[in-house]
């Protein structure tokens, strides 16, 4: 069977079958005109669906900087607010004729301006996780509201409700038996077809509002689909399907045509951005294709990720980590790093929390990538400095290549200065400098 072959096949299975998962990122509703695109493209689309929707545009990262704000009894704070619903009440202007705002979406509204009056717990992740959801609550509540005023009749559905974590907050685990009971009696399909909620977030059994990590809402897709055993699952992007490299970086992108599951995690465990790195074990396991579609041309097949039982011929697979720092522990009376040193720090990042992109040991030096955004690494190198000279280097970028050649090797580092490299049989990961 070709690759055209192929990917009619699919192309019918999604249209044909009971059940499917959509996800639409938020690029996909940033705009009054994304959403009525949106809502275009689930017009096409008859049988039983859940949507899971994230944030529109970039919200997330505003109300991140709400949750500083608010943390520190910082009166911008209000300002910040401001930027968030004028942004959304814009939105539903466009949208309904400058009718007056849904009233779901102003209460969500009004719910946390409520929140940023009352002072802040002693607990960052906790009040995190009580304000940054927001985002993804007001957003499928604005498409809930627009798809039924033009016809398209759906439940909104607000997925704390179904999806169980455990109290970790920014990063919560999945009760999975819990949560798969509560879909099952949510998402019930006897008295509707199209049911939208939110990715991302998720509570506690006690309903305490948790969230599963950033970018988590295809996380949350994969979940549902696991646990409603769907037919398929689709993450709309804006980009025609997974790429051999992102094109904002590089020029010269192809489009992949299809990929084993065990492909899709490698890339996007090396920090491939257009897939969470949880999304493929929940779909593995149970079996469930995962396509990649465009919301910019819906009718193109994209990209589907499937069990591939034979070697497939796959180009060059470039991903980009910037923004990283390298972090060099040594001993201070110059002996070899030993297993009791690497047990040491392994403990200690995981007593903290701490996620290292990569560790690289030699005869006396233990190697650390980190996020530079994310981790905290001015106090993890006065936490260690007791026991270990510290150097670190700053503003670094990890290349990972796939499937590399000599040819590609070469040039990816020509003129830039590599601060570690690894080789493995189908991965080579260079440290750089640009």
């Known amino acids: 069977m070709n690759g055209s072959a192929i990917f009619f096949y699919f192309a019918e299975t999604l249209k044909s079958k009971n059940m499917n998962v959509f996800k639409f990122g938020g690029a996909s509703v940033k705009s009054a005109d994304a959403v009525r695109n949106l809502a275009k493209i689930l ?21 991140e900087t709400l949750v500083k704000a608010y943390f520190n009894k910082d009166e911008q704070k209000r300002a910040i607010f401001g930027q968030f619903k004028n942004f959304h009440i814009e939105i539903c202007d466009q949208l309904f004729n400058a009718a007056q705002t849904p009233a779901p979406v102003s209460k969500l509204i009004n719910e946390l301006e409520e929140k940023l009056d009352k002072t802040p717990s002693l607990d960052y992740d906790f009040e995190y996780d009580q304000i940054v959801p927001f985002g993804e609550l007001v957003s499928t ?6 798809l039924n005023a033009t016809g398209k009749q759906n439940q909104w559905i607000d997925v704390r409700n179904c999806i169980r974590t455990d109290d970790l907050h920014r990063d919560a685990s999945i009760d999975w038996e819990l949560t798969g009971e509560l879909c099952k009696e949510t998402f019930d399909f006897n008295e509707n077809t199209l049911y939208l909620t939110q990715g991302f977030i998720g509570s506690t059994p006690a309903n305490i509002t948790t969230t599963l990590g950033r970018e988590g809402s295809d996380f949350t897709a994969a979940i549902i689909g696991n646990v409603l055993d769907a037919e398929s699952v689709s993450f709309w992007k804006d980009v025609p399907g997974v790429l051999s490299a992102d094109p904002k970086k590089m020029e010269g992108t192809t489009k992949i045509d299809s990929l ?14 257009i897939i969470h790195s949880k999304t493929m074990r929940p779909l593995h396991n149970k079996g469930i294709p995962l396509y990649v579609k465009s919301f910019l041309s819906p009718d193109d097949p994209g990209t589907v990720i499937h069990e591939i039982d034979h070697k497939i011929q796959l180009p060059p697979i470039f991903i980009f980590r910037e923004n990283l720092v390298l972090i060099t522990l040594s001993a201070k009376d110059f002996s ?27 005869a006396i030096d233990l190697n650390l990538v980190l996020d530079a955004g994310e981790a905290d690494w001015d106090w993890l190198m006065k936490e260690l400095s007791p026991f270990y000279t510290i150097r670190y280097n700053t503003g670094l970028t990890l290349i990972t290549i796939r499937h590399y050649t000599e040819e590609t090797l070469d040039w990816i580092v020509k003129e830039k200065d590599i601060y570690l490299e690894q080789h493995s049989r189908l991965t080579a990961r260079m440290l750089v400098k640009e």
């Open 43 to 63: 017009n096409g689309y008859n049988e039983n669906l859940v949507v899971v929707i994230s944030a529109m545009g970039k919200t997330t990262d505003l109300l």
């Open 336 to 362: 070899f790093i030993s297993i009791e040193d690497i047990e040491r720090v392994v403990h200690f990042l995981i007593e903290n929390r701490v996620k290292v992109t990569l560790m690289q040991q030699s």
């Open 260 to 273: 084993s599951y065990r492909e899709a995690v490698e890339i996007t465990h090396s920090g491939a951005k």
């Open 141 to 146: 509540s604005i498409v809930s509201e627009y």
